[in-house]
Structures are given as structure tokens and as C-alpha cells.
């Protein structure tokens, strides 16, 4: 991603994705398990930053999918991991820098 331009970057970042949730869906997984692993090849410097938040999803949506979880629980789920998501850049950068 590095050697493509700043604005060509989305467009390869969506197909990579879409390319990638295909093959998890083609070879028998869930697609969000290839939206996982698109997210982790893709960013590699803040991925472990994020990662609580996406397998949240991903077992929320498969335990959704299995009629484990109601939609109400999945919803909240997604909005906790959205939470996190959001928090954790925020919390976690100043003290990146104290370490550096």
C-alpha cells in the first residue's frame, strides 16, 4: 500500500477487501474472518491497536448469523466494539510517545 499514491490507496484498500471476504466466503468461512485478515495485511502498525474490536464483530456477527445472540445483542456489541474502536488511538498514542 506504501508504494501506491495517497489517492489510489481507498480504491486498492476496497477491492483488497472485497477480494478478500470473497475467498473467505468461497472457502467455506465466514466472509468477515477475510475482512479480518484483509484489515491485518493491510494496516499492519495499528492493527494489534484494533483487533479486540474487529474479532468482537466477527464472533458477534457469526453468533448472529447461528441465532445465538439477538439482533438487540448484536447491536450492542457492534456499538461497544465501535466505542473501542474509536477510543483507542486516543488513549493509547500519548503514551506510545512516552515510550519512544
Not at 22 to 36: I, N, P, Q
Amino acid at each position: 500500500m506504501r508504494r501506491l499514491k495517497e489517492t489510489d490507496r481507498w480504491y486498492a484498500g476496497l477491492i483488497w477487501l472485497v477480494v478478500c471476504a470473497y475467498g473467505a466466503d468461497w472457502s467455506g468461512l465466514h466472509y468477515m474472518v477475510g475482512a479480518f485478515l484483509a484489515g491485518a495485511i493491510m494496516d499492519r502498525d495499528w492493527f494489534t491497536l484494533q483487533t479486540k474490536a474487529l474479532i468482537m464483530i466477527i464472533f458477534g456477527n457469526i453468533l448472529l448469523d447461528r441465532q445465538v445472540i439477538t439482533s438487540e445483542t448484536f447491536t450492542a456489541l457492534l456499538l461497544m466494539a465501535v466505542a473501542s474502536t474509536m477510543l483507542t488511538v486516543p488513549i493509547v498514542a500519548p503514551r506510545l510517545k512516552q515510550l519512544v
